[in-house]
């Protein structure tokens, strides 16, 4: 009998070793190695059906290759295609990653169901009666879907072969397993073997592939590294699971641009494309509260207005408190400290509470505006007006610095109906004939003078 061959892999970053060690010596992780089996006979995974016409690929001239008309399966799901860039690319893998529970099953079971094409949705993780109830919440619409539940990928592509499939769904990559490795599903070499078939039957077939990942607790999609190198688009399902909101973003993109954002909201009936997110992310309120104030973000290449709150209030016991949810709590305290040298804001006895609505976290740092002011409002308990908002990001000295693409912004803030906006006064605007007046600051004193 031959002998097994196995290979040492780190459970991490997906290193592979000839012997055990205590720590990865490539992203210096301990007591990640662990051994797999690779013992890989000859191997015959996806084949095509006709697999006597061989192709051979040749060397062309760049001006030889001909592209054609770019053609892109539309998924019927606004904000899907667009983080896509467009569509699905036939013959590209997707790999959509996110953590337990945010939605990933359902968003896509939600696509393949909308698609006008045959689509075929492989489950290693519910079973088919699972998945038809879920569908039955979606409400169903096309006759044309087909669910599997398997976790071999020599069975799935029997199925494959047999169904021929316009675009396939698998659920999730972690739960797959080949026979041309012995280790366990989810391992590395494992994960690493199906998603080497997938492609080759992705590309082979033109079929659009997309793969559901799992999630770490630190936020990685498990798994080799190398398997979002290998696919050609890694999108990201996050949100708090909490609240409503999902956003959909993209980490990698072959065909198109990372910087183009989804949002869902999560309903009793699946998920709901939100095509104007700012209007529902500004709570509706009548009267003025004191503490609250707007900020004009940009999340990717998206306008998003947002409301910022804060709470200040004297401290009960000695050390203030100082927290803040979907916004750095070491900017919220640089923040505070630029207010107390450069203002005379006596904080530092103080709670400081900050709140972004709608349970979503933002980096733009022009979101710094609105967080002062926000601070300054709930201090002196004066409400901004709420025909106001924010776009600029503060510097340590209290100046006030330009961000970028501030007339997107703009004019996002005008569609909506805010009277004015406040922005850095060194921020170039060649916009003209604007309805909103762009009131320029560049001191932390002068928007004092306007908002308290
Ligand atoms: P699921 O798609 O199973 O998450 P994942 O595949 O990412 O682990 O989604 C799970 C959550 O979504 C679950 O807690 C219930 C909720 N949900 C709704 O609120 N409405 C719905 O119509 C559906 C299908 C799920
Ligand atoms: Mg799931």
Known sequence: MAKVKTSFFCQNCGSQFS???GQCTTCKEWNTIVEEVIQTPEKSD???PNSNVKRVSKPLRIDEIDVGEEIRLNTRDEEFNRVLGGGLVPGSLTLLGGEPGIGKSTLLLQITLKLPYKSLYVSGEESQKQIKMRAERINPSNTNCYILTETKTQNIFKQIEALEPDIVVIDSIQTLHSDYVESASGSISQIKECTTELIKFAKETATPVILIGHITKDGAIAGPKILEHMVDTVLQFEGDRNHVFRILRANKNRFGS???LGIYEMQGSGLREVSNP????????DEELSGHAIAATLEGMRPLMI??????????????????????AKRLNMLL????????????????FLNITGGITVDDPAIDLAVVAAILSSNEDEAVSKEFCFAAEVGLSGEIRPVQRVEQRILEAEKLGFSTIFVSKYNKIALKNTVIKIQLVSKIEDLIAFIV
């Open 278 to 285: 700012s209007e529902i992310l500004i709570s509706q309120k």
């Open 258 to 260: 990372t910087n183009e």
């Open 307 to 328: 409301e910022v709150q804060a709470l200040v209030s004297t401290a009960v016991y000695g050390t203030p408190q100082r927290s803040a949810t979907g916004f750095n």
């Open 46 to 48: 996806w084949k095509a």
């Open 337 to 352: 400290a630029v207010l107390e040298k450069r203002a005379g804001f006596r904080l530092g006895a103080k709670d400081v």
């Open 19 to 21: 012997k055990w060690q």
